[in-house]
């Protein structure tokens, strides 16, 4: 039996009103042309600091600050693959004043290997801007007898689950690019996760592996100096440092296309006119000279654009890798 009255509903009523005109005066207030005073902004970094994503993000805080009229600061709450940072910005209230300046791991890799996570990776986020793409190097060890992608393969294909490859970490993009490899070709390599790129290209370098996925930027002063061998890169196009290198398509690969992104998301049910301001100013920072040399050092191609675009990218790279980990029956730690 219904106990509702019209005086309830009208109250249901005048509270949703309420909701709505809040919720459009937030909106409102943000889209003007100065954001409103003593409102900080916290960038949250889902890692150590010094890493690039860090790195990148703390430069691009400097410069929406004052283009916003306020300050950002960078709050790094590293742990658990990136999720617990990204966890803590599903969390906060979706005013434009918490952001997540993250990666492709915690947002479209991590999820599909460490179970149930206190947020979802698309619907808990309202995407704001992909700020670059970080291309990587198949690259083995200067004495390594592969001279090419096929000569690798073919070899793995005769020893079967003997040739090892190094990554920075179980369920990183290092490994994915490792277990797609596998896929792709009906190889078995056994992985060799590190703690973190660095030791495991070190490793690479002292040839205690065979292989590694690097990112570019690490991998390309010791393929200069001769000490690896770039074999290819899992860009679309070859990278213009090292022309000589062909991409994985090149080399026989044609569906081996693998850049990790940097983006930066908000949390869901922030105002679109928060959002657009955001993305506005985001896409201005990075066309500044001194952002660019920056990216450029850190080996990472910037991109900008849309929410849509980012929400796209995300959406699809989720997609991509959560069958990568079904077909490898890959376990996270």
């Not at 793409?133 to 090419?148: C, D, E, M, S």
């Not at 990472?300 to 849309?306: F, K, N, P």
């Amino acid at each position: 039996m219904s106990t509702s009255t019209p005086s309830r509903h009208a109250s249901l009523r005048r509270a949703l009103l309420i909701g709505a005109c809040a919720l459009a005066a937030t909106g409102a207030a943000w889209a003007q042309a100065d954001w409103p005073k003593d409102q900080i902004i916290t960038w949250v970094v889902p890692y150590p600091p010094g890493g690039s994503t860090d790195v990148l993000g703390r430069n691009l805080a400097q410069r929406v600050g004052p283009a916003l009229g306020t300050r950002v600061i960078v709050d790094n709450k590293a742990g658990a693959t990136g999720t617990i940072g990204a966890a803590y910005v599903a969390k906060a209230t979706p005013d434009g004043l918490t952001l997540l300046g993250t990666s492709i791991g915690p947002q479209a890799i991590a999820p599909h290997l460490m179970g149930k996570l206190p947020y979802d990776p698309i619907k808990s986020f309202a995407p704001v801007i992909t700020v670059g793409t970080i291309p990587h190097i198949l690259v083995v060890g200067a004495n390594q007898p592969f001279k090419t992608v096929a000569e690798l393969i073919a070899a793995a294909k005769a020893q079967p689950g003997r040739l090892a490859f190094a990554s920075g970490g179980n369920g990183t993009i290092l490994q994915m690019q490792g277990e797609l490899l596998k896929q792709q070709t009906g190889t078995q390599f056994i992985h060799v996760p590190y703690k973190g790129d660095t030791p495991a290209l070190q490793d690479t370098l002292g040839e205690q592996v065979n292989f590694m996925f690097a990112p570019a930027a690490a991998a390309l002063p010791h393929v200069q100096a001769g000490k690896l061998r770039a074999l290819a890169v899992t860009s679309a196009a070859r990278l213009a440092a090292l022309p000589q290198v062909p991409t994985m398509g090149e080399a026989g690969l044609k569906n081996f296309v693998v850049e990790q992104w940097q983006a930066v998301f908000a949390p869901a049910g922030t105002p679109a006119p928060v959002v657009d301001r955001l993305n506005r100013e985001l896409n201005t920072a990075l066309k500044d000279p001194a952002i660019v040399a920056l990216a450029d050092k850190l080996g990472i191609t910037l991109v900008g654009g849309t929410p849509k675009q980012l929400g796209d990218l995300q959406k699809a790279d989720s997609a991509k890798w959560a069958e990568v980990i079904r077909a490898g029956n890959i376990k996270a730690d």
